[in-house]
């Protein structure tokens, strides 16, 4: 019997060679098989070409458009194309070309490979056959209608190129690049807009024209699964009832991801009215087999938008050219049958349940685009959902009623429950849907809120809330809410025992003016608190914290006339005070080091006086907690406890009240300290010892090393390991 190798073998199950090819080599190595033989090379073109990233790439700075070789590559091979994704310059510019191969009427024959292809899966006489029905059907989907803007006559160069008709999977991002980018650098970033693309395409500065041609490749794909759209300008109902039948049309969509720029009031000035109904537009728009939704609104506000919608602009003040007067399609159909052409009402063109939809997102939506029977009528489509973004909602009679009935009634399965806005009508919402939602269910609990305060809404509730879902909660964000106090926090610390995050955090914004006023403090565990008993969340990788610490007498000692512990001469002598708070400081830290599987850690110390009559002190950053960062001299007496951490192997990124420039951290971090950190904390990458430190961004090691030859040397031993140490929270 003949012995056969392994690569024979290996070559007689295609299914395993295209499986290896589309999932496990990259282009370059794909490229090299490819030229191994005829066979080879009919099997695994179509993974070459299964996607295409038509832009510059930063690593190799190279554009496809720019190279007429790729481009006939591309045009031989534009059937295997199933996933495209194009910046805004190359979607009009290969919209543009793909006009360009139509007004040349010639069809470009896709021949097989040269050589024998009696071997492979598809015979040439089939391959034939699917090569007219693929061009027939090409040519149905590609037809221009009345609402297409026009070809750009401004573009010099273009290369005729087929219009992709089997794509299951499309990202544009339409956003103008703002340095540092890899289409232009800091040199020309002054130049004018079309000087700065690798090839000019003036028809780009008008949003409504980009955005017929992306409704025009939306019409012309109807098999895409995935769909992402990125920094689209929507300025009208018009251009709402575009993008919506275009969706609609995808019918096996499974994935939409949205991000929208709606024009702003000021600067069209327009009421925003004229854009509503966009979040209803689009969510109705979608295929009953659509699995996940998100849709991201934004305002205009961007500065270069100032300049490259010049063009945007001069048409708003002229009369509409004759394809932005028209919305109807092809076949007469205006959507949904009977909606007039100057009706200015949002059509609802699906009415069947989305019976896959697992996960909704509605994120940074306005107050009054949706109204509590809107969002109701949109949840009554979604019986399976598992994760909701609950947007700003206007008109709610009875949150807690309507909270009730989302948890019980609309989507009993939820998991996942977010809040979806810095501001907005009831913010409490999110708050009774967890309360609402039957008890161990919930994983995920996300709110995000600009310093707000909920009527009706105590501790005692939000700890009760938080102890029914203890078995199941792995994360927990709660940032800008004033109703989580001290414990709140505790509530979580002890009895969430599956926790794997949790932030408690003031926000983005900071604090308001009159915080130092504010007694007690929220958003921060009160160390008597953090300390009171042990904590249950021992599975914690990423924790996020405020403590709160009385300021007599460690914080105040200059204030009362005392020198600081740490510039005591030996040995160190402690007041009975100082002593009782570095034992519950000893507590807090034995709390932290016990956390072994922490990867994350900020913990942020602000002081404040007992009785109420100081500020408090929330400069977290410029704090210290005390002896948390240096060892306990054994000659002085000094306490320290930095030893207590040492089970934090596993931590990747230390923040919050670190900094190694304040009084206290630049006495008593030494050479001693830093070794300790190399042996106990191996995984380290980013600590925040240096982050105000002034140093430029390409010379922050050598800064480290000229003002700290302790913290120099840790950065050396990383680097002989080939480990990256960010010290002062750049990255």
């Not at 999977?169 to 340095?179: A, M, S």
């Not at 949003?207 to 017929?212: D, E, Q």
């Not at 830290?589 to 956390?595: H, S």
């Given at each position: ?29 794909l ?14 073109i ?17 554009n ?25 310059f ?11 191969y ?8 896709l ?26 059907e ?25 219009l ?24 020309n ?46 300025k ?8 919506s ?6 019918k ?9 720029i ?9 009421d ?6 966009l ?55 205006d ?10 009402t ?5 009415k ?27 949840l009554?489509h ?37 809040k ?5 009508a ?15 269910q ?19 509730d ?34 969430c ?16 003016d ?129 030893q ?28 001693d ?12 990458e ?29 950065l ?16």
């Amino acid at each position: 019997m003949q012995s056969t190798s392994a690569t024979t073998r290996f070559l007689e199950v295609p299914e395993l060679v295209v499986y290896l090819a589309h999932n496990h080599l990259d282009n370059k190595s794909l490229a090299c098989l490819l030229r191994t033989n005829r066979y080879i090379y009919a099997l695994c073109i179509p993974a070459l070409y299964y996607y295409i990233h038509a832009g510059q790439k930063k690593e190799k700075n190279k554009n496809l458009f720019t190279s007429k070789k790729a481009i006939r590559a591309l045009v031989r091979n534009v059937d295997f194309v199933r996933h495209l994704e194009l910046g805004l310059f190359e979607m009009v510019y290969y919209v543009n070309c793909v006009f360009d191969y139509q007004d040349q009427s010639s069809t470009l024959q896709l021949e097989p490979p040269p050589g024998p292809v009696d071997e492979v899966v598809v015979v040439r006489g089939e391959r034939g056959t699917q090569e007219a029905q693929g061009e027939e059907e090409r040519m149905r989907l590609s037809r221009r209608p009345r609402w297409l803007a026009p070809p750009d006559p401004q573009i010099r160069t273009l290369y005729p190129i087929p219009l992709m008709t089997l794509l299951t999977k499309l990202d544009l991002h339409l956003g103008f690049p703002t340095p540092p980018s890899p289409y232009y650098s800091f040199d020309n970033y002054n130049l004018s807009v079309s000087d700065r693309r690798p090839y000019p395409v003036p028809s780009s500065e008008d949003p409504r024209a980009t955005l017929t041609l992306i409704c025009w490749l939306l019409d012309s794909n109807p098999h895409l699964l995935d769909l992402r759209l990125t920094s689209l300008v929507i300025k009208d109902r018009r251009d709402i009832r575009l993008l919506s039948r275009a969706v609609f049309g995808l019918k096996r969509l499974q994935e939409a991801k949205f991000e929208i720029i709606r024009w702003n009031i000021d600067r069209a000035g327009k009421d925003l009215e004229a854009t509503r109904g966009l979040a209803l537009a689009m969510f109705f728009a979608c295929s009953p087999a659509l699995r996940r939704f998100y849709l991201e609104v934004k305002e205009e506000d961007a500065d270069l938008w100032d300049e490259v919608t010049e063009e945007y602009r001069k048409n708003r003040q002229e009369q509409p050219l004759s394809w932005e007067m028209s919305e109807d399609n092809d076949d007469g159909d205006d959507g949904n049958g009977h909606e007039k052409k100057d009706e200015l009402t949002i059509p609802r063109l699906r009415k069947e349940p989305m019976e896959h939809l697992t996960s909704l997102q509605l994120r940074h939506l306005k107050t009054q685009d949706l109204s509590g029977a809107e969002f109701r009528s949109m949840l009554e489509h979604c019986p399976n959902l598992t994760t909701i973004l609950v947007p700003p909602i206007h008109s709610i009679q009875h949150p807690q009623q309507l909270a009730q009935e989302i948890a019980q009634r609309l989507c009993p399965k939820l998991t996942i429950v977010k809040k979806g806005s810095f501001y907005g009508a009831d913010i409490g919402l999110v708050f009774r849907i967890l309360e609402a939602l039957p008890a161990h269910q919930v994983q995920r609990y996300l709110f995000s809120g600009w310093w707000s305060l909920i009527p009706g809404l105590t501790s005692d509730d939000i700890g009760s809330m938080f102890r029914r879902q203890s078995a199941t909660l792995c994360e927990i964000e709660l940032v800008g809410c004033r109703n989580i106090d001290s414990k709140a926090i505790q509530t979580i610390l002890v009895e969430c025992w599956a926790l794997e995050r949790l932030q408690v955090d003031i926000g983005a914004w900071g604090l308001p003016d009159n915080y130092q006023q504010q007694q007690p403090q929220p958003l921060c565990i009160n160390l008597e608190d953090a300390i009171e008993y042990p904590w249950g969340c021992t599975r914690i990788q990423d924790l996020d914290l405020m403590i709160a610490i009385p300021d007599e007498p460690l914080h105040r000692s200059k204030e009362m006339g005392l020198v600081p512990y740490y510039n005591r001469p030996p040995p160190t002598t402690l007041s009975p005070a100082e002593t009782a708070q570095f034992q519950s400081l000893e507590a807090l830290y034995r709390q932290i080091g016990a956390l072994i599987g922490l990867e994350r850690l900020t913990l942020k110390a602000v002081y404040y006086g007992l009785a109420g009559l100081r500020p408090a002190d929330t400069n977290f950053e410029w704090n210290s907690f005390p002896g948390m960062l240096n060892l306990k001299n054994e000659e002085t007496g000094r306490p320290g406890y930095l030893q207590l951490l040492g089970g934090l192997t596993k931590l990747k990124r230390l923040s919050g009240s670190v900094s190694a420039m304040t009084e206290e951290t630049k006495a008593t971090i030494g050479m001693d300290e830093v070794v300790w950190m190399e042996n106990y904390w191996p995984a380290l990458e980013r600590a925040e010892f240096f982050k105000f430190s002034g140093a430029p961004w390409s010379k922050e090691d050598d800064f480290i090393k000229m003002i700290s030859k302790h913290f120099g040397w840790l950065l050396e031993q990383r680097q002989k390991r080939g480990r990256a140490l960010d010290l002062c929270g750049l990255y």
